[in-house]
């Protein structure tokens, strides 16, 4: 063969190798650009971070968001106070004694007050969120370790560790209703968006307890992880429903169906997650990990690792905003709340679809009784109970201290507020009168002549009436409330 020819072949055959290649990487991105870009969507453009830390107390442990997103309550267990922390200026505004060794803390969705669990005083704070004070204690005795709310703030569902037992409380009475027996050192609690059940991690052995928020009773037993710490539901706006339970000891999240509680998928994480917490559009889970010292975060949906940022020690609970820009995680070594800013995107991730197929495992293993499995899903009545008065969702908490000095009748002695947080009735005791204090205003708005030394006072929880009792009279005078509610 010439050379002339050899050359010619050669660059035949090297022209025939690129035109192949470049057909085959049209071909490829072809067939990419029509693929779903729900990957790039999902956890591409997101970058949490850690972009600062804010003081709090001693060995701070629970941390909740105010439904309206403009506040941060941060319980401190060492010094027995709560930190208010303000989100516009990223700073504590306020810091309010509670009982001893506060662990859990969640704020009612009607804005207007808090609860926190005091592991060692056996009791619930709670907190009002218009003076940034503690109004009462609430005994529960054991160990209350974590509390959430109906949505519609009627009852609070408290986790007792010690009792094991999740004590219900009536929040018009503020007061112990219902206990109810679940597994062994019950610890993290959950409620399902629609308020039809509340999930319970069984801590000291290796199952969820379902209950029926209508019944208030324990409808299913499930069995999962060792060691489940922490329990979280999707939220409403999520594609998809899961329940989502962390394994302390298996270093593990196992996902479960909200439907009907069967195994979806089990997936490893970082050693002793503690913690978990959701993005509003249930696209991102969050995951504390206490032995690593770092919070994971996960595609919720497909369960993908995002990102893992590296935290001082002793990461112990997270919480995400309303808004899903912010992440809260308590850091008991530093005194501190991590707060990690989540990228704002422009994307919606509701319309997003899981991965397919997501195929279940194996169904949830069920350690309840024959009649508790036949009874496994009743028909719930939904609550008709509605809060009557719903703060402005502009409402930012004002810094600790002295508002106003309100001078009433001879003899204050006791007092009550209406259900709508704006007014407050005093009685006089040695004036034999009532008060009625306009709050915004810091005024007495009216003067009501009572009995003979009247000793107690109290609000109906529909705030129409008001009972006063006259012990120099043996007599309870009855008030209508009329424009003063």
Do not use: W
């Amino acid at each position: 063969m010439s050379k002339s020819k050899f050359f010619a072949n050669l660059n035949s055959s090297a022209f025939m190798t690129f035109f192949l290649f470049i057909v085959s990487f049209l071909i490829i991105s072809g067939i990419f650009s029509f693929m779903p870009k729900y990957e790039e969507s999902a956890y591409a453009l997101l970058t949490p971070r850690l972009t600062r830390n804010i003081p709090v107390g001693s060995f701070p442990f629970g941390v909740a968001f105010s439904p309206n997103g403009n506040y941060a309550l941060v319980s401190n267990s060492d010094n027995d106070t709560v930190s208010v922390v303000s989100m516009a200026t990223k700073g504590t505004v306020a810091s309010i004694k509670v009982g001893s060794h506060p662990t859990g803390v969640a704020i009612a969705p009607s804005l207007t007050f808090a609860y926190v669990c005091n592991t060692a005083s056996g009791n619930v704070s709670l907190l009002n969120m218009s003076t940034l004070t503690k109004a009462l204690n609430i005994n529960t005795g054991g160990s209350p370790v974590n509390v959430v709310f109906s949505p519609d703030s009627r009852y609070a569902f408290v986790a007792n560790i010690h009792n094991n037992e999740v004590d219900v409380i009536n929040t018009m009475q503020n007061a112990v209703i219902k206990r109810i027996r679940v597994g062994k050192k019950p610890q993290g609690i959950a409620v399902s968006p629609n308020g039809e059940i509340i999930i319970v991690a069984n801590a000291g052995g290796s199952s969820v307890s379902i209950i029926n928020a209508s019944t208030l009773s324990v409808i299913r037993n499930i069995r999962t992880g060792k060691n489940p710490t922490s329990v979280a539901f999707s939220p409403d706006s999520s594609p998809v429903r899961y329940i989502y339970v962390s394994s302390g000891k298996e270093n593990k999240i196992y996902v479960y169906s909200e439907k009907n509680f069967a195994l979806v998928r089990k997936f490893k994480t970082l050693s002793d997650p503690s913690s978990l917490g959701l993005t509003p559009d249930g696209m991102m889970l969050f995951v504390v990990n206490y032995q690593n010292m770092a919070l994971s975060i996960y595609n919720a949906v497909h369960f993908n690792r995002i990102k893992t940022i590296n935290l001082p020690a002793g990461p112990i609970n997270v919480a995400v905003s309303p808004d899903g820009s912010v992440a809260l995680v308590t850091v008991t070594s530093a005194s501190s709340a991590a707060f990690i800013r989540i990228k704002k995107t422009s994307t919606s991730y509701a319309s997003i679809a899981p991965a397919s197929p997501v195929v279940a495992e194996t169904p949830a293993t069920s350690v309840t009784s024959p009649v508790q499995a036949s009874a496994a899903a009743p028909k719930i009545t939904p609550y008709t109970y509605a809060p009557a008065y719903v703060p402005p969702s502009n409402y930012v908490p004002q810094p600790f201290g002295k508002v106003a000095t309100v001078y009433t009748g001879k003899g204050p002695t006791a007092a009550a507020v209406t259900p709508d947080g704006k007014y407050l009735y005093v009685i006089n005791t040695q004036g034999a009168t009532l008060s009625i204090i306009d709050i915004a205003k810091a005024e007495v708005v009216k003067t009501i002549k009572v009995g003979s030394y009247p000793s107690a006072v109290r609000i109906s929880p529909d705030g129409h009436y008001c009972f006063i009792v006259n012990s120099g009279t043996d007599t309870v005078t009855i008030i209508s409330t009329g424009n003063y509610y």
